[in-house]
C-alpha cells in the first residue's frame, strides 16, 4: 500500500490502462498543452495536472489535445468508441457538459439501443464536479443528478482514492458510456491504494461506518463529513452507519434498504441541490420499497435551490456540512 492522491491515481490508472490497451486514447483541451508553442512540450496534463507526462509515453497520436470546443471532442470521442478505440475524453468541469449534452443524451447514451446491441461506446467522460474552491457559479456545480437520469449512461462518484483506481479501471473497460466525476476538493488528498491493479464492479456501495441507530447515505465529498458525524456520535452511543453508493447509475439499492431495515432511520447528503437530485431519488426508492421499515422521516441535507455563490461566506455556507448533518440525525432520533 501506499499514501496517494486522486491526482496520482487517475495518472496511473490511465498510463497502466494505455499500457495495457492500445486502443485506450485521452482527449480533450490541454490533456498534453504545450503543441506548437515554444515553451515546454506536456506543459499542462489537463485543467488539474492529472494526465502529466502520459505524452511523453504514448505521443500526441493518443494523447490528443482538442479546440476549446466541447461539443466537438466528445462528438468525436463517441464517434472513437463506435469504430473500436476506447476513448477517456476530460471536460473539464462537468459545468460544460451543456455545451455538449446533445451528443451524450441523445448519441453517445442511445447507440446501443438504437442498433439493437450491435454497437458497443466504450467511452468514459471524466469530469470535475462540485463547489468550495471559490469557482462560482458556472464551475462548482453538482450535475450527476441530471446525468444518472440518462438512460445508457453509467455514473460514477468516488469519494477517495481507493475507489477512484479500481473504479476508473472498470470504466475504461467497461463496453457502455461511463460518466466518472470527480470532486475538485477530493483531487490532493491522500489515501493507501495498492500498486497492483484491481477493478471494483459498479452498483456495489461501500459501508465506509457500520451502526444500527441510523443510516447515513452520502454521495462524494459528503461521505468525509457523514463519517466525521458518525464518529462523533458515536461516543455519545449513537451508532450511524454510512453508505456511500460510488455509482448513481447502476445504484445498489439493496443496500441502502437492507440498512434502513435495520436502523429504520434514514438520512441522505448530497451536495446538489434538492429539487430532483440523488437525496430526493433514494428517499423516494425507500419510502416506496422500505417504508414498513422506517421509524422515523427521512431527512434530506442538500445545497439549497440556487446557484453556487461566488462570495467565500456565501459558498460556504451553501455546501452541506457537518452540523447540518448532524442536526439531522438528531432530528430524527
Avoid at 498534453?32 to 507526462?53: H, I, N, P, R
Amino acid at each position: 500500500m501506499t499514501m496517494k492522491t486522486i491526482r496520482q491515481v487517475i495518472n496511473e490508472t490511465m498510463r497502466n490502462e494505455m499500457r495495457r490497451d492500445p486502443r485506450v486514447i485521452l482527449i480533450g483541451e490541454d490533456v498534453a498543452g504545450g503543441a506548437g508553442g515554444t515553451g515546454e512540450d506536456d506543459a499542462l496534463g489537463g485543467a488539474f495536472g492529472a494526465y502529466k507526462g502520459l505524452v511523453g509515453e504514448f505521443g500526441r497520436e493518443r494523447v490528443i489535445d482538442t479546440p476549446i470546443s466541447e461539443s466537438a471532442f466528445i462528438g468525436a470521442a463517441g464517434g472513437a468508441a463506435c469504430t473500436g478505440l476506447r476513448p477517456v475524453a476530460d471536460l473539464m468541469f462537468v459545468d460544460f457538459v451543456g455545451v455538449c449534452f446533445d451528443q451524450i443524451y441523445n448519441q453517445i447514451a442511445k447507440f446501443r439501443y438504437m442498433f439493437g446491441g450491435k454497437s458497443e461506446t466504450p467511452l468514459v467522460i471524466l469530469s470535475a464536479i462540485g463547489a468550495g474552491q471559490r469557482c462560482g457559479a458556472q464551475h462548482s456545480q453538482m450535475l450527476h443528478p441530471m446525468l444518472t437520469a440518462v438512460p445508457g449512461l453509467k455514473v460514477v462518484m468516488p469519494s477517495n482514492a481507493y475507489d477512484t483506481k479500481g473504479l476508473l479501471t472498470t470504466a475504461i473497460r467497461d463496453n457502455d458510456p461511463v460518466m466518472f466525476l470527480q470532486h475538485k476538493l477530493l483531487l490532493d488528498q491522500k489515501w493507501e491504494v495498492p500498486d497492483e491493479e484491481y477493478t471494483i464492479p459498479f452498483g456495489e456501495a461501500a459501508f465506509t461506518r457500520e451502526g444500527d441507530d441510523v443510516t447515513i447515505v452520502a454521495l462524494s465529498s459528503m461521505v468525509h463529513k457523514a463519517n466525521a458525524v458518525a464518529d462523533k456520535l458515536a461516543a455519545e452511543g449513537i451508532s450511524v452507519e454510512v453508505i456511500d453508493p460510488r455509482t448513481t447509475s447502476p445504484l445498489d439499492e439493496e443496500a441502502i434498504l437492507e440498512s434502513v431495515e435495520v436502523t429504520g432511520r434514514l438520512v441522505i447528503v448530497d451536495e446538489a441541490s434538492e429539487r430532483c437530485s440523488l437525496a430526493a431519488d433514494i428517499s423516494s426508492i425507500v419510502a416506496e420499497k422500505g417504508f414498513s421499515s422506517l421509524r422515523a422521516p427521512i431527512r434530506k441535507v442538500t445545497a439549497p435551490h440556487t446557484p453556487v455563490p461566488f462570495a467565500p461566506a456565501l459558498e460556504d455556507l451553501y455546501v452541506p456540512d457537518e452540523a447540518k448533518i448532524e442536526n439531522a440525525v438528531r432530528e430524527i432520533l
